[in-house]
């Protein structure tokens, strides 16, 4: 597997890594249940084939996905590298503290080799006590956690331009930010990638996918389980959408339809264009995919050893380009440009 380091060559990442929102699962929660087993299976072969970045969150099935990942590293928990996150209502000093604990708790290991803030913090919610914790304090937390050896690197999620700059002004080293990355989600390109490029914070690219819409399964929308129709891309009459807006679904689909088309021509699964697009990506260091099955992960393991030629290349940029175009630069998959929580 090919390996992208950032932070001045002090972290090296797979150019995939296995998402693990979904791990731990049951029918209440946003994935549906998840067969243990499979997830077992699915984290020894990662391991093998050198996918070894496993990305979680305390809030991923309420700790279950962590728990999971835990068991389903055991022994192995050294050839892993482990990225979880703290919400940002849980920044405060000791909230903090305890957060990463029972982290390392439910993950059976004594440190995390990132821990990232969930998304900035501006516009978290109060914690407990009902106060706001300040990024500085959140990030002397982090840089504490680092002394104590809890965790090695310290990264943000959903972080702009504005709330990265406040970041790096406290000092810390921040060695990567979380970000939604690929054809159908190009915002960041437009400032947020140049300034991670300039300052050498690595990206971890999240639904690169697009939550398996940029595969080859689904041919229109009407068959797509809701919780997949919340974001920009579609309308707010769909259910749990909040961005109040027409959406963008006619491009988007035009868009699925004119990638798959082209990856059928070049002999390729959709999935398989998709993702070599976004990898070469230079300031990329990693595309995160949330898999489910063997197949799922064989098939994105030989995703991103693919090398595109410049002219497909070109074209994926071609075909991508209006919808990036019409979406404009609000990087927030879900909410609207004036109420974005990344700015
Ligand atoms: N930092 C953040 O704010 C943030 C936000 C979102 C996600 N993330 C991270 O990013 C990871 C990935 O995001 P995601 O899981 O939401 O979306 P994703 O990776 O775009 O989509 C995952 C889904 O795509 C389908 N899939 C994957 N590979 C496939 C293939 N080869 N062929 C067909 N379908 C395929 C599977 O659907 P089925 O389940 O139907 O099989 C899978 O569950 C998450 O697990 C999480 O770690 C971070």
Redesign the pocket.
Known sequence: MKRRTCAGGKVSLPALGL????FGGTDQDY?GPQDERETERLVARALEVGCNYF???EI?NDGASEEALGRALGKRRGEALIGS?VLPSHCTRTEMITRCEASLRRLRTDFLDLY?I??PLDTAAPGPGGRHPSLQEALETMETLKRQGKIRHIGV??FGVMQLKEALDTGVEIAVN?L?Y?LLCRAIEWEILPFCREHDIGIIA???????I????FQDFDTL?PNRTRTRHFSSRRSGTRHGEEGLEALTLETVRAVQSAAREWGM?T?QAALAWAIEEPAMTCC??????M??LE??VR?VETVLTDAQRRRLDEISRPLLEAWGRSVDLWESPARSRTR
Request: glycine fraction near 10%.
């Open positions: 998402g693990c929102w979904s994935w990305d979680t969150a991923y996150k990232m969930h998304w999620s959903n979380e939604p690929g999240y639904m690169t996918l697009m939550q398996g940029l595969t080859d399964r389980p699964r999935e995160l995919a949330g898999m489910r099955t197949e799922q098939a994105n995703a």
